[in-house]
């Protein structure tokens, strides 16, 4: 939606001001195709036309944009800021490796000593490749399945990047992608050679899984999955695919972009006690400086030794010296245990608020990773108007907030009174409009579908 729609004039007035963000948008959309890098930054994420869209500078939880405004920010750069941003530690690592350079004709030590780290933390590492963000570290991990098993079809459950093999999917059926990345995604671009190379199948359904394995019984090469998003999985079910992805001689990778370190130190596969043949680690390994890394059994790994995989900057020292220090603080501070404590307060202050106004809406899943619902008086469906009208009151009141919060180390007990204050604010707001019956009317824009439909909550 363009800053340029026009905006109800009763309701403009209660706002923040965006002018500055308004027009940088509309001067990125000049040079920018989309004018963002990432879909998860362009206007809608959080309440457009309330809400900015571009930051001056950010510090642990909180966030300026570059209309002087302070926000404290629950997106945290797309969850890749687990410490909060700028941290202190990882900064000060990073300076110090900056002044003995990042790059030159030789490798490093700091290479060995992060993928020895990466092999010490996470269960299923025993070698380890370097890359610089999720994506293009699912489609390494994807590559070396194939490379070692010389097949070439891949299953997958969830959202695993832009790339050619995974967009394929949509080449088969225009729907293939609907509920794990986007509804209605065009695969522009992708080769049309590639159709019947990648299958989805729902998250939970064992037998879906084992009927695609059986359809393409020898030429699968690998299984990829989100292990699990904001809920915990199905009691047995990883244990389920584990043990078909064996029977079938498949490769099972688990893509932690996102997970990876919120639930546990060495991820979800610590915490549910299965263990891929692989796994995919980004966003968070950095807090914010890019890093990400593919780890796995040595079986697996080792002939990537004589595959083409390789890139200048996946050795850059900025990443890596980051990952480490990254990595020290995720264990020093028990930041999966600050996670879920915070997590669960929030939760708790925002359902006690509802259920007090007689608003029917609750945070889901992990404390680590949760979702917000709001459902629909009488009927209970689902009410994507009245989280927009509550989302819109929280960025009023200076909380960028939306259906998926992420909070990160740094949100405390500071961050944690200002939010439950601003939250019943908001509530009533919503209570308000429920009782007038006029949620629409209050919408400064119109409720927008989530950016991603992922199957895996």
């Not at 893509?255 to 966003?283: C, I, N, S, W, Y």
């Not at 890394?293 to 890139?311: D, E, H, L, N, T």
């Amino acid at each position: 939606m363009s800053y340029n729609e026009s905006l109800d004039g009763a309701t403009r007035g209660n706002d923040r001001p965006t002018d500055r963000s308004r027009a940088l948008y509309e001067q990125a959309s000049r040079y920018i195709p989309g004018a963002t890098q990432l879909v998860s930054r362009r206007p809608h994420i959080f309440a457009p036309g309330v809400a900015p869209t571009f930051f001056q500078h950010a510090k642990g939880p909180r966030l300026w944009d570059v209309d002087g405004q302070e926000y404290i920010d629950y997106g945290m750069s797309v969850s890749a800021c687990i410490l909060g941003y700028a941290d202190s530690r990882v900064n000060a690592a990073v300076r110090a490796q900056i002044d003995d350079g990042v790059q030159s004709s030789l490798n490093h030590p700091l290479e060995i000593e992060l993928a020895q780290r990466l092999c010490e933390t996470i269960a299923c590492a025993e070698m380890v490749r370097f890359a610089k963000g999720g994506g293009e570290a699912c489609t390494v991990a994807v590559r070396i399945a194939r490379g070692v098993t010389g097949r070439d079809k891949v299953l997958f459950c969830g959202y695993h990047g832009w790339h050619d093999w995974y967009l394929a999917a949509n080449l088969n059926d225009e729907g293939s992608l609907a509920q794990h990345l986007l509804p209605g995604i065009e695969p522009l671009g992708v080769p049309r050679s590639l159709a019947g190379t990648v299958f989805p199948f729902p998250y939970g359904d064992v037998a879906a899984l084992e009927r695609l394995l059986a359809r393409h019984a020898g030429e699968v090469a690998c299984v990829i999955m989100e292990p699990m998003r904001s809920e915990l999985p199905p009691p047995g079910y990883l244990q389920q695919v584990r043990q078909l992805t064996r029977r079938h001689d498949v490769v099972l990778i688990f893509d932690e972009v996102t997970t990876g370190f919120r639930h546990a130190v060495g991820g979800v596969q610590q915490l549910t006690g299965v263990v891929p043949d692989m796994a995919v680690f980004a966003k968070s390994l950095g807090n914010g400086y890019a890093m990400a890394a593919i780890v796995g059994v040595r079986a697996v790994m080792q002939p990537a030794a004589q595959m083409f995989i390789s890139s200048t900057n996946w050795s850059e020292l900025v990443g890596i010296r980051a990952a480490l220090a990254t990595l020290e603080e995720i264990r020093r501070r028990d930041v999966p245990g600050l996670l879920h404590e915070f997590g669960t307060q929030l939760a708790e202050g925002f359902e006690r608020a509802a259920a007090e106004l007689g608003i029917d809406a609750r945070f889901v899943g992990h404390p680590a990773t949760p979702r917000i619902e709001f459902r629909t008086p009488g009927d209970g469906r689902p009410s994507p108007e009245l989280a927009a009208l509550y989302f819109q009151e929280m960025a009023r009141r200076g909380i960028l907030i939306n259906a998926s919060p992420r909070h990160s180390a740094a949100h405390g007990a500071s961050e944690l009174e200002t939010t439950h204050e601003a939250s019943r604010e908001a509530l009533r707001v919503v209570r308000d409009a429920l009782r007038a019956g006029d949620v629409e009317r209050r919408l400064v824009v119109k409720a927008t579908t989530p950016v991603f439909r992922r199957l895996v909550h």
